[in-house]
């Protein structure tokens, strides 16, 4: 659904609950996977669509995409090898109000999803719900010693308006960390088919 008017305050209370269908095919290269969907993303149907979040904008800046996307463009991310999915599925005002064990219960359907996906990476965005999904306290951003459902796994900022803790361009190094790496496993391996940063 695309949409040029922001919700009411009756569609974003009326979202709680909810969720934002999968951006997601087989044999991606990455697949983006949030915490869960806020309210704004639930009403409009679409990931990370709240004004003031950084996801986009870092996103092409670190050269994933060509051009700047909005979230109504989303499916236009798998042109590129990317996906996108949530650790939650359902819609809340915030994060916060996931208790330890449905995170816990969303990095075990994550898990199961990768399998069945077989992504060459996972990029996990946000520390403290991966630390505690994954009971890994002492994680940090960059490339995790261990793997999910088969997939490398990549651990990066909640890109988040709200979350002060990064600034935009240590967003942007760590999200182009992850490119260079994945174009390196694609010229390693010679895959052929998508290639990051190069949208139709």
């Known amino acids: ?13 009326a979202a709680e609950g909810k969720r934002v269908p999968d951006v997601v095919a087989p044999g991606l290269d990455v697949i983006f996977c949030g915490i869960n969907p806020g ?6 149907g679409h ?3 709240r004004p003031g ?3 986009w904008k870092v996103l092409h800046a670190a050269g994933f995409t060509e051009e700047l996307l909005s979230p109504s463009d989303e499916r236009r991310l798998l042109q590129v090898g990317v996906g996108v999915t949530n650790l939650v599925s ?5 994060a916060d ?9 969303g990095g075990r359907n994550l ?15 946000g520390l403290i719900a991966y630390r ?8 940090t951003v960059g490339e995790q010693a261990e793997r999910l459902g088969g997939a490398r796994l990549w651990l990066l900022p909640n890109p988040s308006g709200a979350q002060a803790h990064y600034q935009a361009d240590e967003m942007v190094s760590a999200l182009r960390a992850l490119r260079e790496a994945t174009q390196r496993e694609r010229r390693r391996a010679g895959r052929s088919g998508s290639q990051l940063g190069t949208a139709e």
């Open 1 to 13: 659904m695309s949409r040029r008017q922001p919700p009411s305050r009756a569609e974003l209370l």
């Open 39 to 44: 309210l704004w993303s639930a009403a409009v």
């Open 47 to 49: 990931h990370f669509a």
């Open 53 to 55: 979040n950084r996801f």
């Open 90 to 94: 359902r819609a809340t005002a915030s």
């Open 97 to 105: 109000e996931l208790d330890r064990h449905e995170l816990r219960r």
């Open 111 to 125: 898990a199961r999803k990768v399998r069945r996906l077989h992504p060459g990476v996972v990029a996990f965005l």
């Open 132 to 139: 505690s999904a994954f009971d890994r306290p002492g994680a």
